[in-house]
């Protein structure tokens, strides 16, 4: 599975011959300067939570592209509010079998504000089915003993988890997460975009090393294939 990577917690996955973007916090990511909302692609946008970082671009792009938005029930009739064409509410523990495959919505423990001060609901995390293969989203959160129950029932190529601490999962963390979940291959995400979650690169990948795992801590615009 190909993925590319557009900063922060914003990645997109092609899977069954679509494409999926996930989190497109682009235009308020100093560190995606390079990156141009206007020009990414999407066929599925699945958004974790309410959080301006998370929600970002997500109604400019679904609009251009007429994307379906995949999010929990909240943040999904808000994104709808805020012109979204097209938007397939899930809630937790919920999943729906779309054209590419499968989307389980699952726990995170964080919280959900929207961007304008209303109720998110309760934040998410993504289990994606799909013939070329399975994977997980973490969204922000805290490593959670949930994680397991992702392991016990689904095989994943890859595992896409925050680890910038401060705000959800540092490192050490993520490790654990990685583990829950039985996965070995990583993407970082939700790091060094604001000073609080700046990490040590070598350190993080040192970690994941010596748990027998391979963390991909990829520049915004890079791609790797899964
Ligand atoms: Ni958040
Ligand atoms: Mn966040």
Redesign the pocket.
Known sequence: MKVTYYGHACFSVVAGGKTLLFDPFISGNPLAKAIEASSLRADFILV????D??VGDTVEIAKRTNALVIAGFEVGEWLLKQGAPRVHHLNQGGGFNFDFGRVKYVNAI???TMPDGSAGGN?GGFVVESEDGNFYFS??TALTMDMKLIGESTRLKFAALCLGDN??MGPDDAVKAAEFVRCNEILGV?FDTFPPIKIDHGLAIGKFRAAGKTLHLLRPGEAHDF
């Open positions: 974790s939570h309410g959080h970082d998370h964080h919280s959900s934040p969204g922000d705000f959800t939700h």
